[in-house]
């Protein structure tokens, strides 16, 4: 019975807490930490512009049908490119 009194107000307390507050990785502070505010200016190019520029590690340049890891990095570089090779975003992750 003494178990029950004292786990019962932490399962209450589980029960209240929003689902996926803190699960975003760019909730926890890193939103630009690999520097994607300065490269917003790719957005519309296209991903051949790339070849000829200079880019802090880490750094990686992916599409849509393209397999990529789903871990977060915030200091890697991600550049997404759509079907036809246009850059579409720039950010970190």
Excluded: K
């Amino acid at each position: 019975m003494r178990f029950a009194l004292v786990i019962v107000p932490f399962m209450a307390l589980a029960a209240c807490q929003e689902e996926g507050v803190g699960d975003d990785p760019q909730s926890l502070g890193a939103t630009d930490a690999c520097g994607a505010s300065g490269w917003q200016g790719l957005i519309g190019e296209h991903r051949d512009v790339l070849a000829a520029m200079t880019f802090p590690a880490p750094m990686r340049v992916y599409g849509p049908d393209d397999a990529v890891t789903m871990d977060y990095s915030p200091e890697r570089l991600n550049v997404i490119h759509d079907e036809d090779g246009i850059i579409t975003r720039v950010e970190c992750g």
